[in-house]
Nanobody
Framework: QVQLVESGGGSVQAGGSLRLSCAAS??????MGWFRQAPGKEREGVAA????????SYADSVKGRFTISLDNAKNTVYLQMNSLEPEDTAMYYC?????????????????????WGQGTQVTVSS
């Protein structure tokens, strides 16, 4: 089992920044990612990281604004979000997978992950 606990969400104005944290415990993880889901929309992959190689993937909509990072000593993955836009408003979820397929790049697909946190809300006002 893998347990994931997110923190760091909140409300900011457009152009502001937030840093999300996801504390992981349990079995080792192969990949970890951040997903988001806005009301009425499907859950989408935002960023992902390989816990071994440290390679990263980003959705086109957040490239250059968001940065995913991993502190293995703290078993914590972060999502630094800069230049936030109202379109970034969503519930953000941390995800992890500890087995399964190997990918050329950390996956952003929902089905690649088998552990999920409870989510943390991010609201960006214009």
């Amino acid at each position: 089992q893998v347990q994931l606990v997110e923190s760091g969400g909140g409300s900011v104005q457009a152009g502001g920044s937030l840093r999300l944290s996801c504390a992981a415990s349990g079995y080792s993880r192969k990949y970890m990612g951040w997903f988001r889901q806005a009301p009425g929309k499907e859950r989408e992959g935002v960023a992902a990281i390989s816990t071994g190689a440290g390679s990263t993937s980003y959705a086109d909509s957040v490239k250059g604004r968001f940065t995913i990072s991993l502190d293995n000593a703290k078993n914590t993955v972060y999502l630094q979000m800069n230049s936030l836009e109202p379109e970034d408003t969503a519930m953000y979820y941390c995800a992890a997978v500890n087995g399964g397929s190997w990918y050329l790049a950390p996956p952003l697909g929902f089905s690649a992950y088998n552990y999920w946190g409870q989510g943390t809300q991010v609201t960006v006002s214009s």
